[in-house]
């Protein structure tokens, strides 16, 4: 079973990700998020990001809240 990890983002945030390495479509857009080249998510308009939960350090680390681990 795959671990994911949601977090609600804004507009910083998003940036965040970015800066951190992860590439997905800006808002209002949807699709994969992508890593090194690699699909480890998915990002919506209703859930946010959803990200592979091998993320969750770095999610901790960069101060930016999540609210599901399953």
């Known amino acids: 079973m795959i671990k994911q990890i949601s977090i609600h983002t804004d507009r910083a945030a998003?940036?965040?990700?970015?800066?951190s390495g992860f590439s997905f479509p800006a808002f209002p857009e949807q699709g994969d998020v992508m890593f090194n080249g690699e699909k480890v998510g998915f990002v919506s308009n209703f859930n946010g990001v959803t990200l592979d939960a091998k993320f969750k350090q770095l999610i901790r680390d960069n101060g930016l809240p999540f609210w599901n681990l399953n």
């Open 14 to 19: 998003e940036q965040t990700l970015r800066q």
